[in-house]
């Protein structure tokens, strides 16, 4: 199976920073990659689907790019309601594993 | 597109849960219906899923004979069931529709405890 890692597995940054993750697959997916944000006790919420197209209703300063076996979401300026862990998830093939999550808090 | 998941549960070691999902609005028989747990404090896990039209679920091979996901068309809910249930199985389980899992029930937590 297709194994999926995730970079940093936690960060701290400040109201306004960029924040880059980096979600890595071990085998070529495509596009095949979304990307969630779950909020502290919420259920997951699609942000991100086919690498980089922004779902409806998702600020903009949330953005997907990258193909293959490397992509990124980055928070162009952090804001207070993006505290939350952040999964890619794969979908080119059963089964459709997602990454460990990265947790993101404010320092 | 809404989905409603059936209650918490708690049983007992060896026992079996059947998790429910119901749909409405939407078209029920040609989203892909997947199934993720979370036990406490980690991250997600994907199960299985299955496009009702299709009624061929897939099932990720740590759950292959344990876990059955089935849908009912005349109800539009999906299912999913475990059985030999272990404390490690005690987690929040949630049910998602769509191509890239857009619409997310509220979760069931399924506590399992002797």
């Known amino acids: 199976d297709i194994q999926m890692t995730q970079s940093p597995s936690s960060l701290s940054a400040s109201v306004g920073d960029r924040v880059t993750i980096t979600c890595r697959a071990s085998?070529?997916?495509?596009?095949?990659l979304a990307w969630y944000q779950q909020r502290p006790g919420k259920v997951p919420k699609l942000l991100i689907y086919a690498a980089s197209t922004l779902q409806s209703g998702v600020p903009s300063r949330f953005s997907g790019s990258g193909s293959e076996t490397d992509f990124t979401l980055t928070i162009s300026s952090l804001q207070p309601e993006d505290v939350a862990t952040y999964y890619c998830?794969?979908?080119?093939?059963?089964?459709?594993?997602f990454g460990p999550g990265t947790k993101v808090d404010l320092k | 597109v809404q989905l409603v998941q059936s209650g918490a549960e708690v049983k007992k070691p060896g026992s079996s849960v059947k998790v429910s999902c119901k749909a409405s609005g939407g078209t029920f028989n040609i989203y892909t219906f997947n199934w993720a747990r979370q036990a406490p404090g980690q991250g997600l896990e994907w199960i299985g899923s299955i496009i009702p039209l299709l009624d061929t679920p897939s099932i990720t091979q740590k759950f292959e004979g344990r876990v059955t996901i089935t849908a009912d068309k005349s109800t539009t809910t999906a299912y999913m069931e475990m059985n030999s249930l272990k404390s490690e199985d005690t987690a929040t389980y949630f049910c998602?529709?769509?191509?890239?899992?857009?619409?997310w029930g509220q979760g069931t937590l399924v506590t399992v405890s002797s």
């Open positions: 998830q794969r979908f080119n093939s059963v089964p459709f594993t």
């Open positions: 085998q070529g997916i495509g596009n095949y």
């Open positions: 998602s529709a769509g191509g890239w899992s857009d619409y």
